[in-house]
Nanobody, 119 residues
Framework: QGQLVESGGGLVQAGGSLRLSCTTS????????MSWYRQAPGKQRELVAR???????NYADSVKGRFAISRDSAKNTVYLQMNSLKPEDTAVYYC?????????????WGQGTQVSVSS
């Protein structure tokens, strides 16, 4: 079906910004939703932001007003713009696409990219 390739992670100071990118290989036609998750050491993976194929977005309460998810269908890419970063945002961030495979939804995951925010 394809794969997701993430980039854009790094180390920033609190209050700084990063923009994560996730590029899909293969057709974007079958994609239903794309999401960003994050996982800090010793913690469960949590949903950060999600965007549907009709443009509906939702965010974790902890990132509302600071993060923005967007999608560029022509480039088969989803972005996560992260502003006003806090140390508690430090985690590995994963891109996930939900796409149809043989008519059924299937989850595709990126490899993850590290985001570290220093105080």
């Amino acid at each position: 079906q394809g794969q997701l390739v993430e980039s854009g992670g790094g180390l920033v100071q609190a209050g700084g910004s990063l923009r994560l990118s996730c590029t899909t290989s293969g057709s974007s036609f079958s994609i239903i939703t794309m999401s960003w998750y994050r996982q800090a050491p010793g913690k469960q993976r949590e949903l950060v932001a999600r965007i549907t194929n009709i443009g509906t977005t939702n965010y974790a309460d902890s990132v509302k007003g600071r993060f923005a998810i967007s999608r560029d269908s022509a480039k088969n890419t989803v972005y996560l713009q992260m502003n006003s970063l806090k140390p508690e945002d430090t985690a590995v961030y994963y891109c996930k696409a939900v796409a149809l495979r043989l008519g059924a939804p299937y989850d595709y995951w990126g490899q993850g990219t590290q985001v570290s925010v220093s105080s």
